[in-house]
């Protein structure tokens, strides 16, 4: 069969299950269009879908039927005590360790478990450390331009031009970064804040969907932790953003009162709501807050 006659039943197929669902009353999202293969489809509102991931490590559940919807678009904050499963929870999203059940969808078609961990990289993924991880060498220009999604093979390389496009991107990302004024810096002279601010930026420059952000704040100033929740609130919308986070203050400046707050204990969720209400919630001051 040609590609042509492919394409053609595959869109009559898709055109017939619109019109079966319209007479049915159904009201799914993804009926009347095409995915094709490896496509992010967040046609029904979620990027990211675990369901019952279990983890285990010598006989110690770190992750235990864990359940967790992030919506396109969403700044969801995650906070609970040492060892309640967040790192985990980080690492199963990205590849780095295999769960023992459950699963992990990035949007509704693409299964995060079939995929290697540089894979899931490059369909839009992108994950921040605690630590911040910069060429410290290179100045902040060149750590930007170093991370850009392009051909760097040896002969791409060795003629490998920025063209005006890419030099407008690192320019608008610097501006976001707060680094514009340091462009031409060696990274390892920056402040951690601006080290923080920089490795958030390298990631930008690779188009993640979603960004998974391991307490970033810790370390900073109470000037450069506001800066970076100005940062995250311009980013949502355009990005989907996952925050661990202990620093109650910044949970509060990036929900502004309405946003969902996800509390992990001992590897699934033991609440969920605004911060206000979570911070109220009983077990939750038991187990966490309240220590």
């Not at 992750?63 to 967040?86: D, F, M, T, V």
């Not at 060149?142 to 890419?166: I, P």
């Not at 690192?170 to 976001?176: A, D, N, R, S």
Request: charged residues 25%; negative net charge.
């Amino acid at each position: 069969m040609t590609p042509d006659l492919m394409e053609a039943g595959a869109q009559a197929l898709a055109e017939h299950e619109r019109r079966k669902a319209a007479s049915t009353g159904a009201s799914g999202a993804s009926y009347g269009r095409v995915v094709r293969p490896g496509e992010l489809d967040v046609a029904h509102g979620a990027i990211l879908y675990l369901d019952d991931i279990t983890v285990s490590f010598d006989g110690f559940r770190a992750l235990n039927k864990l359940s967790l919807n992030i919506g396109a678009g969403e700044l969801r904050c995650i906070i609970g005590p040492n060892g309640a499963g967040k790192t985990t929870m980080m690492d199963v999203i990205t590849g780095k360790t295999r769960p023992d059940a459950g699963q992990a969808f990035f949007g509704s078609t693409i299964d995060l478990l079939r995929l290697r961990e540089n894979e899931i990289a490059q369909i839009g993924i992108g994950r921040k450390f605690q630590k911040p991880t910069v060429y410290e060498q290179l100045t902040v220009f060149e750590n930007l331009e170093l991370a850009l999604k392009a051909d760097r093979g040896v002969r791409a390389s060795l003629f490998f031009r920025l063209s005006g496009e890419q030099l407008d991107r690192i320019g608008e990302t610097l501006q976001l970064i707060h680094l514009k004024h340091e462009a031409q810096r060696t990274a390892g002279l920056l402040s951690h804040g601006q080290k923080q601010w920089l490795e958030i930026g390298m990631l930008l420059m690779q188009d993640p969907k979603l960004l998974l952000l391991d307490e970033p704040v810790a370390g900073m100033t109470d000037e450069e932790t506001e800066r970076t929740a100005e940062l995250f609130l311009a980013l949502e919308g355009k990005h989907s953003l996952v925050v661990v986070e202990h620093d109650m203050k910044f949970v509060d400046q990036l929900t502004e009162g309405h946003k969902t707050v996800t509390v992990l204990h001992e590897g699934s969720v033991l609440a969920e709501g605004r911060l206000a209400d979570v911070q109220a919630n009983e077990k939750v001051v038991e187990v966490y807050l309240g220590r």
